[in-house]
């Protein structure tokens, strides 16, 4: 019988600037993040808010005092962490996956030296981590950039930014290498695809290139920081490991038509083509073509392809959240690199926010990543946003999430069983935080429920609910009961 291997990583995940807050405190800066603005979501751009263009950034500045800003408050890890870590420890974790805020180290991006409130802050939380034996899977960039760099650079378009990254990453390798095992250079590298704002901090309108060139250059760069960053992570610890991620969209044929199949193959090559760089080191030659037909000229960085070559890394790491479907006909047809489809799978059940649950997939996704790959691969977010009602005694009933986590851990068993190699898996914002596409908090994915609302009212106190009491069990028995 398939069981889970003995040093299999169980934990959950978050990322700066949706749980940290305090952007005003210990000397940071400002971040990109922290001119998303809470807006509900009208039918005209269904990915508002973090499409933000510089018109609308202009706006946010302008009315920097009234506007609700979600991630300038996160979940107010900042003031929590010592309580938080604790409640982690409480579930059993054997890993915890957060990232550093550039901005709270260096808070133009452009400082030589970091700010020490900052490098404290996070010695602080990795030696509380350490108390209860927790490793922490440190994510680099979890799309927050220091604000000045957005404004100045216009962000990733710049190839500046790979100095100034790689002058961070650099830092965070020597100061923290012998607290910290695990580490992931970029957040979904992808999804500068689907918002440059997000995943770039760019404006694809102040650029004079083409929206799409802009984009593909600005990926160029920073997959550049990326294996810069992993050669010298190489070169300077021993034992610890460096991973890439993407996210991971499987996608279908919408029927059995080959015109179908052959999209959905070149919507599968399109999602898997960071990872193909940063595992392989070299740029696949499907992608190259796509450049070709579109006319989309990369400004190649020089001695690009022995910086990619020599920054591979240890293990793929990917979110895993929906599946989709393509379809080559006209009137259904989405462009191949689009990141949101719309076509439905007649066979999934869709969650309050209209994404399609599929464990299967993810037993499928790992299957191919591994044969693709030949690598460890590493769930590090999925999970199941809700709606959660706290009752008047502190409890919160969320059998629906047990439910799905417990689905998506029988799939990731079975692809266990297939012959993948799974190193962990970190279920998506463990404790209530922000949502990133939706800026609010009542999109919620934790095993712990946070009494705070979409405009930052409530206590913020902790209360675990019914899924925290049963992760704990699946993580001490190792997942014997999945
Ligand atoms: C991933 C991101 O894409 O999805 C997270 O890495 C994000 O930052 C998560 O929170 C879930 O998305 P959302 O929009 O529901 O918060």
């Known amino acids: ?51 933000v263009t510089k018109e609308m950034f202009d706006d946010h500045k302008k009315h920097e005092n009234e506007y609700n800003f979600p991630f300038r408050r996160g979940a107010d890890f900042y003031h929590h962490y010592k309580e938080d870590i604790a409640l982690l420890a409480g579930m059993g974790f054997k890993t915890f996956r957060m990232s550093i805020a550039w901005s709270r180290l260096f ?69 923290y290498k012998d607290e910290v095992k695990y580490w992931i250079t970029f957040n979904e590298i992808n999804m500068i695809m689907n918002s440059s704002y997000l995943g770039g901090g760019l404006f ?22 990326s294996a810069l960053t992993v050669k010298y992570f190489h070169e ?34 399109f999602n898997y083509f960071p990872t193909d760089i940063q595992v392989k080191g070299w740029y696949p030659t499907s992608i190259l073509n796509y450049y070709r037909k579109k006319e989309i000229d990369i400004i190649w960085y020089p001695n690009y392809e022995e910086i990619l070559r020599e920054g591979t890394v240890d293990f793929a790491a990917i979110s895993y959240y929906h599946t989709a479907v393509i379809s080559a006909e006209d009137d259904k047809k989405e462009p191949i690199g689009a990141f949101i489809r719309n076509l439905e799978n007649p066979y999934n059940k869709i969650t309050d926010w209209g994404w399609g649950i599929d ?40 059998d629906y999430r047990i439910v799905y986590i417990k689905a998506h851990l029988k799939a990731i068993k079975e692809a266990i069983g297939d012959g993948s190699d799974v190193m962990g898996y970190t279920s998506w ?12 908090m009542t999109k919620r994915y934790g095993y712990v429920y946070v009494d705070a609302d979409d405009e930052g009212n409530g206590s913020y106190n902790r209360y675990p609910k019914d899924s925290f009491y049963w992760y704990k069990d699946v993580i001490a028995t190792n997942g014997a009961d999945i």
């Open 429 to 440: 914002g463990c404790i209530d935080l922000v949502s990133c596409g939706d800026a609010q």
């Open 107 to 175: 808070p133009t991006g452009l400082e030589e030296v970091p700010c020490e409130d900052g490098v404290q802050f996070y010695h602080n939380v990795f030696k509380e981590c350490r108390k209860y034996n927790i490793e922490p899977l440190v994510t680099m960039i979890h799309y927050d950039i220091p604000v000045y760099l957005t404004e100045t650079l216009n962000g990733w378009e710049s190839p500046k930014m790979i100095d100034y990254f790689v002058h961070y990453t650099k830092f965070l390798i020597d100061e």
């Open 359 to 398: 464990p299967t997939g993810l037993r499928i996704t790992l299957n191919d990543m591994t044969d693709r790959y030949g690598l460890p691969i590493f769930i590090v977010e999925n999970g199941l946003a809700a709606r959660d009602q706290l009752t008047d005694d502190f409890k919160v009933h969320d």
């Open 236 to 269: 300077n610890t021993k034992g610890n490991l460096v991973g890439n991620m993407i996210a991971r969209l499987q996608n279908y044929p919408y029927t059995c038509n080959s015109e179908d199949v052959l999209a959905t193959q070149q919507q599968n090559q």
């Open 1 to 51: 019988m398939t069981e889970f291997p003995k040093n299999f990583l169980w934990g959950g995940a978050t990322s700066s600037s949706q749980y940290e807050g305090a952007y005003n405190e210990g000397g940071r800066g400002l971040s990109h993040m922290d001119y998303i603005r809470r807006v509900e979501k009208g039918d005209k751009d269904k990915r508002f808010p973090i499409n």
């Open 204 to 225: 694809v309108e102040c650029s004079d290139k083409p929206a799409e060139t802009c984009i593909h250059q600005a990926l160029h760069h920073q997959l550049i920081a």
